[in-house]
């Protein structure tokens, strides 16, 4: 950390218009330098250097299932964020959304090719069987608020909800996981940044330009609520979190709705 | 002066006296693109001691550091998760942000 006082004044990115700014977020140009730093030399999200740590029988189930409801997860947000395009109300976020369609799709693939790796032999068939009852619950109901074009509810629910979940539990994972997964999701996370931002920041100026759209939003957490914290407690349960670090999971989602004016 | 000037007019106690500069290097910090790398840095959790030039983002964690001492108004970028943000003193004295949307 560089903290040495200088004399010379630098260029500062912190002085760019914001209107520069959100331009320059959201373009593929941006996209293609960001993911270049983290994800050049990689081979299926991982460094081919990275050593396979042999999982004991029960450990390699468990990792299975959670795989298994990873994917479901990030079936669910490509299928939810290729949806949410057409509906989105301006082209910056749909060039922005074109980028989140990418991304992923690169977790869905990444994650496939990690089960295969453990030796799943019909990934499709073991997603059906192992993954939640209650995430498989959350899919239908977000990709039915992208199918009624409700633009703010269903990037409520795909941006904010579903990506915090995933940002947090994957985080949570990374540090306990054996060292592929860990950089499997390690890259995943660096993804979900942009995510979790661009949703609660065009939800906040959606909410600041029309108050009116708030009680709706309101609606769809209370709807939505329960399922999600079903959803984190059944994976961390997976993963073996101690059940008194469980309650720490949820602030990340907590807060982001909290800086939404939700209580 | 705007809302969105990114240096606001100092108040309080540092009214007048001149901001300390910083040189930022590039550390380990990939996800943006290469020339906005040494505005950020990753956080290393509740020991990890911020500068006089650095706070935390509220929405993905990332330590958003100047080249310029921050304080209370200044408004600042994170790129890591698209965020625009306002400096403010915080509890026990600590530089804060808060989103703007």
């Given at each position: ?19 520069e ?36 029988a ?22 939810g964020a ?42 499709e ?5 192992r993954s ?42 990374q ?21 979790i ?44 979190i ?6 720490e ?15 | 002066?705007t ?12 009214e ?6 910083f ?6 910090f990939?996800e ?11 956080w290393?959790g ?26 209370a108004?200044?408004r ?26």
């Open positions: 950390m560089a903290k040495t006082p200088a004399r010379e004044p630098t260029v500062e990115v912190h002085d760019l218009e914001p209107r700014f959100l331009e320059q977020v959201h373009s593929f140009e941006f996209w293609f330098q960001s993911v270049e730093g983290y994800l050049a030399g990689t081979r299926y999200g991982h460094r081919p250097e990275t050593r396979e740590e042999p999982l004991a029960p450990e390699r189930e468990r990792l299975v299932t959670v795989l298994c409801n990873y994917c479901l997860g990030e079936t669910a947000a490509l299928e290729s949806g949410l395009v057409a509906i989105a109300p301006n082209r910056l976020s749909k060039v922005f959304l074109s980028t989140q369609v990418v991304d992923e799709g690169r977790h869905l693939e990444v994650l496939l090719h990690r089960l295969a790796d453990l030796g799943v032999a019909d990934p068939a073991e997603i059906e069987r939640s009852a209650s995430l498989r619950e959350f899919k239908r109901r977000l990709l039915g608020l992208v199918a009624s074009k409700d633009w703010e509810a269903a990037l409520f629910a795909q941006n904010v909800i579903l990506e915090a979940m995933e940002f947090t539990v994957f985080q949570t994972h540090r306990s996981a054996d060292p592929v997964t860990a950089e499997v999701l390690g890259g995943i996370v660096k993804d979900e940044r942009r995510h931002g661009f949703g609660e920041n065009e939800l906040g100026r959606r909410l600041r330009e029309s108050p009116h759209r708030r009680a709706r939003i309101g609606e769809v957490k209370r709807d939505l609520d329960s399922l999600v914290l079903e959803t984190f407690e059944e994976t961390v349960r997976e993963i073996g101690p059940a008194v670090e469980r309650p999971l949820g602030r990340s989602y907590l807060a982001a709705v909290a800086r939404l004016g939700f209580p | 002066m809302d969105d000037a990114p240096l606001r007019a100092a108040v309080g106690p540092d007048g006296r001149p901001r300390q500069r040189l930022l290097e590039d550390g380990d990939d943006v693109p290469p020339k906005y790398r040494r505005f950020y840095r990753h290393k509740a020991g990890d001691e911020l500068g006089p030039n650095e706070v935390l983002c509220p929405v993905c964690k990332v330590v958003i550091r100047s080249t310029r001492e921050l304080r108004g200044d600042l970028y994170c790129m890591a998760c698209m965020t625009r943000l306002r400096v403010r003193a915080g509890e026990l004295g600590r530089l804060e942000a808060d989103c703007e949307y």
